[in-house]
């Protein structure tokens, strides 16, 4: 896929990090959106239908979890691409958000990874969407 024609939703509530990733995901040639919460998050999907959504997990009014069962569960929505990215291990989430989650193509921890690594990781999940 190139880069200019992905479009890629940030949902994120730290304005500091939603600048950052939108910044260095612009910089490769990305087109972003950009969400505060799970179901604005929601609300942008529907809108833009973007190629692939990063999503928070600790967010106010609706969490990452429950943004995530909401795209899942829309037969418009259902298709695209989530990664979960936060800074909460994925191993002390409970039962129902774990199966929750089990639906991201994958969980990224923020605190391990900076922005260049994300969006080399986005890169590759675009390529390999693509390409499956």
Known sequence: ?????AKILVVE??????????????KEGYETFIASDGQEGFDQAKKEMPDFILLDLMMPKTDGAAALRLLKDDEETKGIPVAILSVIPEDTQNAEDKITLSNAVA?????QNNPSEITEKIKDCLNNKTTS
């Open 1 to 5: 896929m190139i880069n200019n024609m």
């Open 13 to 26: 509530d730290d304005p500091i990090l939603q600048k950052m990733y939108a910044s260095k995901l612009q």
């Open 107 to 111: 969980y990224w921890r923020k605190d």
